[in-house]
């Protein structure tokens, strides 16, 4: 009988970000499709130029004004798909503070074809994400780059582990400035139980967040993955 | 409580969740002295409150108590002991079923993996904006305590406010239904403007001297905020309580609460009387789980008023039929009969906005309103309608300063408050402004008329002429096609003056 009624009425695809009905039955489109004209106008996807390391949007530098002025002895390179404008911001604090977890899906799916466009050319052997200490885990239910992590790890078939844990809980780097931020997240981050030096020798891992500002977090992470002997740490997120 | 059974999860826990077996702590070192006398501060700080754990411990952190985890699970722990104090799970797992918000929709109950208890675990869809509920946390319901509160604060007010004769005759039939009816609800059917507000602030003043705890919800921020900025100014400070959401004072306590009605979700058995203002506005309308929260929210067999001005037919089914008394007060607290609205057909006015082309009667009610300083507010069915007017509207004459509001603008507040001030002379709005609003010199245009319902339009009309010294607003619906509820609207304003002019309230 379902299947009777859904033929003749099919699923109307609605926005994921305002759940408004949209046009057409776009019910399995590409996140980027499925967003109605209103919230498309608050979304503004990153395309190239880009910095270099940082994978903001550019006017014609190779590297953005903080990449440079940054002390980085390594190589590092993080992708994003969409600048982080007030909209953006509400749609990560709905899915990571309010706890609405299935917006996963639209956001992975996403980041998953900026993965294969901008990444696509090496051969990863893991994927980690950052980690949460463990009180936050607890009143929060669920870490969501985790999330991310793992439906990604499982559209390219490559393993996600979680090679990383924080030592220290710290405060939400929502609530600090640049300064601190740098300061703070050092010494934060540590390898797991998982992360042999036999297992990362010689490895390539893309790290997996939900938004990249200073970078702080991710670098930390990425410089502590090199140090034990990977050979290429990046990082792919959400929102920059 | 609608068909809520309380579960009484006793202490030594076969309930499936770490959070609750901190209940189970060892209390240690504290002194018992010291653990039953913070145990009764929080049982104060707490009373008829329904909240997760983690709202519990913002409560206790806005009150500035800043006690160690333990001892604060320890003193929770001796409540529970008491029975003071009750654990339910947030969300059932086998019905299915969230006890926070109590939704009917079994769609909003998803299944998720939980990090905090390793396990296969439900959430809530429909509350999760008011923090996660989740299968494996427990929803504490604290009984009600009686708070003791000085009585001679309140007389000087009742003295303020002046009632007309109509207002006067309401408020006795009112206070004998507080009184002596033995039904529970009763209907205050008032015309927009006719001074709801005052009649029932005349009517509470002696149950707040009494003692009572009583709750004022409206469906709207915008409408609740105006309210209790009107209310302190006539109430002692520190009796009337504002909660909606960014309010600063979220967990404070007074004997007055004017709350959204999504706030009173974090209330259980506490109100001694309710108020339900514009009971037929956007969420409450057809949502049985807010009204289930509303009488939740109560001490069982309290008296409810359902205030509004735009009755739902079932409401008034229930009154003929004589289940539920009515109160109906037909007329402006200024005698004058209510404005009726004049209808003009126009075709294709999207077209024409975009080809630049004059609209008549929209180019009369610009200079109307420039003419007789006054403000114009413009209604449309869409917020992507909005940027369209505001386009034409400049076309149309320089003086013109408006803005367009929105439920999705971050700004509304300020942007109505400029209207306020008069920095502004036209605004362009969606439903957002409809009801709840006094703005002094108002004129009123409604476009695509034919998109609202008639309740809606009685509203937006009855927006104008609202001060006794500025009679010249007018109200226009311009529409594509004419439709059963705007005809209706006309016939129910004139319906309702001539009751007026019957019962000889007309000046």
Same mark, same amino acid.
């Given at each position: 009988m379902r299947e009777a009624i859904s033929f003749f009425f099919p699923k109307r695809a609605v926005c994921w970000v305002c759940t408004r009905v949209l046009a057409g039955y776009l019910v399995n489109a590409a996140p980027w499709m499925r967003i109605c004209s209103y919230c498309a106008n608050h979304f503004r996807a990153i395309k190239a130029p880009l910095c270099f390391s940082c994978g903001s949007m550019l006017r014609g530098n190779k590297q953005c004004g903080g990449c440079l002025a940054r002390e980085q002895s390594f190589y590092f390179q993080n992708r994003s798909c969409v600048c982080y404008s007030n909209l953006v911001k509400r749609v990560v604090q709905l899915y990571k503070y309010k706890g609405k977890e299935d917006l996963f899906i639209p956001l992975a799916s996403w980041m998953l074809s900026v993965l294969l466009s901008e990444f696509g050319q090496f051969s990863w052997d893991f994927l980690t994400w950052v980690p949460m200490d463990s009180y936050r885990l607890q009143e929060r239910g669920f870490n969501q780059a985790r999330m991310l992590a793992l439906y990604l790890g499982q559209a390219i078939k490559k393993p996600a582990k979680g090679f990383l844990v924080r030592k220290k809980p710290s405060l939400p780097q929502s609530l600090l400035k640049r300064k601190k931020r740098l300061?703070?997240?050092?010494?934060?981050?540590? =390898?797991? *139980?998982?992360?042999?030096?036999? #297992?990362?020798?010689?490895?390539?891992?893309?790290?997996?967040?939900?938004?990249?500002?200073?970078?702080?977090?991710?670098?930390?992470?990425?410089?502590? =993955?090199? *140090?034990?002997?990977?050979?290429? #740490?990046?990082?792919?997120?959400?929102?920059? | 409580m609608q068909k809520l059974k309380v579960q009484r999860v006793t202490c030594s826990l076969s309930y499936p969740s770490k959070l609750a077996t901190v209940f189970a702590q060892d209390a240690g070192s504290i002194s018992w002295t010291h653990l039953s006398k913070r145990s009764k501060l929080y049982q104060q700080l707490l009373s008829g409150r329904l909240l997760l754990f983690s709202e519990v411990l913002a409560c206790l952190a806005a009150h500035k108590v800043c006690d160690a985890l333990k001892l604060i699970t320890a003193g929770l722990q001796l409540l529970i002991l008491r029975e003071e104090l009750y654990l339910v799970p947030a969300i059932d797992n086998n019905s299915k079923k969230c006890n926070r918000c109590l939704t009917f929709d079994s769609k909003s109950i998803c299944a998720i993996k939980c990090a905090a208890c390793n396990d296969e675990c439900y959430m809530c869809l429909g509350c999760f904006m008011m923090g996660r509920a989740r299968s494996c946390l427990p929803l504490l319901v604290f009984k009600t305590l009686e708070v003791p509160i000085s009585k001679n604060m309140l007389m000087p007010i009742a003295r303020k406010i002046k009632l007309t004769n109509p207002q006067a005759q309401i408020v006795d039939k009112l206070n004998n239904f507080i009184n002596t009816t033995k039904k529970q609800e009763l209907l205050f059917f008032a015309v927009t403007g006719a001074g709801k507000t005052e009649v029932i602030l005349t009517v509470i003043v002696p149950l707040l001297a009494k003692g009572l705890?009583?709750?004022?919800?409206?469906?709207?921020?915008?409408?609740?905020?105006?309210?209790?900025?009107?209310?302190?100014?006539?109430?002692?400070?520190?009796?009337?309580?504002?909660?909606?959401?960014?309010?600063?004072?979220?967990?404070?306590?007074?004997?007055?609460?004017?709350?959204?009605?999504?706030?009173?979700?974090?209330?259980?058995?506490?109100?001694?009387?309710?108020?339900?203002?514009?009971?037929?506005?956007?969420?409450?309308?057809?949502?049985?789980?807010?009204?289930?929260?509303?009488?939740?929210?109560?001490?069982?067999?309290?008296?409810?008023?359902?205030?509004?001005?735009?009755?739902?037919?079932?409401?008034?089914?229930?009154?003929?039929?004589g289940e539920m008394p009515a109160v109906f007060l037909p007329v402006r607290y200024h005698g004058q009969p209510l404005p009726l609205p004049k209808i003009f057909y126009v075709p294709r006015i999207r077209n024409k906005l975009i080809a630049g082309e004059e609209i008549q009667v929209f180019k009369e009610f610009c200079a109307r309103v420039i003419a007789t300083k006054g403000e114009g507010l413009i209604f449309v069915p869409r917020q992507e309608l909005i940027p369209l007017i505001l386009y034409a509207l400049k076309a149309y004459a320089t003086c013109i300063k408006a803005t367009g509001v929105s439920a999705s603008d971050i700004a509304r507040s300020t942007k109505v408050a400029k209207l306020y001030k008069g920095k502004l002379?036209?605004?362009?709005?969606?439903?957002?402004?409809e009801r709840g609003v006094t703005f002094p010199r108002c004129h009123v245009l409604v476009m695509w008329a034919e998109y609202f319902t008639h309740r809606a339009l009685i509203q937006m009309a009855g927006r104008v002429r609202r001060k006794h010294s500025y009679q010249l607003g007018q109200v226009f619906f311009l529409t594509e096609r004419i439709t059963k509820d705007q005809v209706k609207v006309i016939k129910e304003l004139t319906l309702l003056n001539k009751q007026a002019r019957k019962a000889g309230f007309l000046k």
């Open positions: 300061l703070i997240s050092k010494g934060v981050f540590a =390898l797991s *139980e998982y992360a042999n030096p036999d #297992v990362l020798q010689g490895k390539k891992i893309i790290i997996v967040d939900d938004v990249y500002t200073t970078g702080a977090t991710l670098i930390s992470c990425a410089s502590l =993955l090199l *140090e034990s002997g990977s050979k290429q #740490v990046c990082s792919i997120t959400f929102a920059r | 705890k009583i709750l004022w919800v409206a469906p709207q921020k915008e409408v609740v905020s105006g309210l209790y900025h009107y209310l302190t100014t006539v109430l002692p400070k520190g009796l009337v309580l504002l909660l909606c959401a960014g309010s600063k004072d979220l967990w404070q306590r007074a004997l007055l609460v004017v709350a959204t009605v999504q706030q009173v979700l974090r209330y259980a058995s506490y109100f001694d009387f309710l108020i339900i203002d514009e009971a037929d506005a956007f969420p409450l309308n057809n949502n049985l789980a807010m009204w289930s929260w509303l009488k939740r929210a109560a001490i069982p067999h309290t008296k409810r008023l359902v205030v509004t001005a735009t009755p739902l037919p079932s409401w008034l089914k229930n009154v003929f039929r002379n036209f605004m362009v709005t969606t439903t957002l402004l």
